[in-house]
T-cell receptor
Framework: SQTIHQWPATLVQPVGSPLSLECTVE??????LYWYRQAAGRGLQLLFY??????ISSEVPQNLSASRPQDRQFILSSKKLLLSDSGFYLC??????????FGQGTRLTVV | QKEVEQDPGPLSVPEGAIVSLNCTYS??????FMWYRQYSRKGPELLMY????GNKEDGRFTAQVDKSSKYISLFIRDSQPSDSATYLC?????????????FGTGTRLQVTL
């Protein structure tokens, strides 16, 4: 069966520090992968999606970037975090003809 | 106007009640509709996935889509305290994996003993 792993679960980082969140998917090949951010009362905002290695589409301009160095690995990064980057970050993938499946999320607090 | 509207709640019901959760949307191109359950500090979990109009039942859960009214519902029968969570609706235009999901903001449900 397919599973999606995301880590760390919780992260507290100072303003100006770098960020790296990792997501991996098991049990499938060439998945479409997504990074979302969830803010209270604002639903899920799509940040990036990737249809293959090295292929990244950005949905909104921001202080973050994404990379896909391997087929089942998706990384969310920042060179210098801002206070406004705080939030709950979710990685997801979806098979054809189904809804997206999410990881357990990373709660990021920038202090 | 948001593409998908969802009452944030909270909605509080006694155990055993029938719960009705709803979303309205403005884009008539949406064809695929989903409901997710999200417990606090966890990722959303896919509950129901439906295509076009009609009903779909899975155990205590029934998803209903009325495309003519641009209105979708999730019914929970015999609600349990373990159903206490935030419920998110989501929808997409095509089934293709690159088709993006548009989410509601979620309704918080509390089932009391």
């Amino acid at each position: 069966s397919q599973t999606i792993h995301q880590w760390p679960a919780t992260l507290v980082q100072p303003v100006g520090s770098p960020l790296s969140l990792e997501c991996t998917v098991e049990g499938t090949s060439n998945p479409n992968l997504y990074w979302y951010r969830q803010a209270a009362g604002r639903g899920l905002q799509l940040l990036f999606y990737s249809v293959g290695i090295g292929q990244i589409s950005s949905e909104v301009p921001q202080n973050l970037s994404a990379s896909r160095p391997q087929d089942r690995q998706f990384i969310l990064s920042s060179k210098k975090l801002l206070l406004s980057d705080s939030g709950f970050y979710l990685c997801a993938w979806n098979p054809i003809g189904a809804g997206a499946f999410f990881g357990q999320g990373t709660r990021l607090t920038v202090v | 106007q948001k593409e998908v509207e969802q009452d944030p709640g909270p909605l509080s019901v006694p155990e055993g009640a029938i719960v009705s959760l709803n979303c309205t949307y403005s884009n008539s191109a949406f064809q695929y509709f989903m409901w997710y359950r999200q417990y606090s500090r966890k990722g959303p979990e896919l509950l129901m996935y439906t295509y076009s109009s009609g009903n779909k039942e899975d155990g205590r859960f029934t998803a209903q889509v009325d495309k003519s009214s641009k209105y979708i519902s999730l019914f929970i029968r015999d609600s349990q305290p373990s159903d206490s969570a935030t419920y998110l609706c989501a929808m997409r235009i095509t089934a293709g994996t690159a088709s993006k999901l548009t989410f509601g903001t979620g309704t918080r449900l509390q089932v009391t003993l």
